[in-house]
């Protein structure tokens, strides 16, 4: 049987996959100018109006920015990510919060049951990078690793549904990270509890850590 011919919504489905592709590996992040139209037709094999489609699909999903006169810029790695991201600017930190609640202590629940040796030498280095950044009073390297911390977490569930439904909550987490100035880490105990609860394989313990290390940072 011949195959079909390619049809122009096919090659823009395509070029939209293969920008996914670059999304995902890593070699497009937030922030990052994307190639213009004609290199990346060349690149990804198809016409500038096809490139050009297909941006607008990405741009309509929240996933790229077009900036007039600009550009066009990842404005987030996955339509996940976006829907996410505009969902919560529109709502209050309240709720938030009890979107964490849902997702982090079922994560960290599944992360007791699940957990690998990997995952748990990931979970000793963030925590590590953690407590070095308190010492030297570092806030940005404190914020990356507590943000870390939570991600590594939801990440050992290895239910990627889940990871990616969080991905989406990981600006709004960042922004909401105090930074240690004084050499203090109110939440050190906590962020242990939950590590401690996942090592031992103890997933009671670990939902009731998580639950009691949300309800800190609420209060």
């Known amino acids: 049987m011949p195959l079909a011919p390619a049809t122009s919504a096919s090659l823009v489905d395509q070029a939209i996959d293969g920008m996914r592709a670059l999304l995902a590996s890593g070699e497009w992040t937030v922030g990052t100018r994307i190639p213009p139209e004609p290199q990346l ?93 308190v010492v030297a009073s570092d806030g940005p390297a404190f914020v990356d690793a507590d943000v870390d911390f939570h991600v590594a977490v939801v990440a050992t569930a290895h239910n ?27 939440l050190a105990a906590e962020h242990d509890a939950v590590l401690e609860a996942i090592r031992s394989g103890d997933a009671p313990a670990a939902a009731v850590a998580a639950a009691e290390l949300l309800d800190h940072v609420e209060r």
Do not use: F, W
Request: proline fraction near 2%; charged fraction near 30%; avoid cysteine.
């Open 160 to 186: 990627p549904l889940l990871a990616e439904l969080y991905d989406g909550l990981v600006e709004t987490l960042r922004a909401s990270i105090d930074d240690p100035a004084d050499g203090s880490d109110t």
């Open 41 to 133: 037709a060349a690149s990804l094999g198809v016409s500038r109006n096809t490139v050009r489609e297909a941006v607008k699909a990405l741009a309509h999903v929240g996933v790229l920015e077009v900036r007039r006169g600009d550009g066009t810029y990842v404005a987030a790695v996955t339509e996940m990510r976006a829907l996410m991201r505009r969902q919560a600017e529109r709502v209050d930190l309240a709720h938030l919060l009890e979107v964490r609640h849902a997702i982090e202590v079922q994560a960290t629940t599944l992360a007791a049951a699940r957990r690998t040796d990997a995952d748990l030498a990931v979970l000793d280095a963030i925590i590590a990078r953690r407590r070095d950044a």
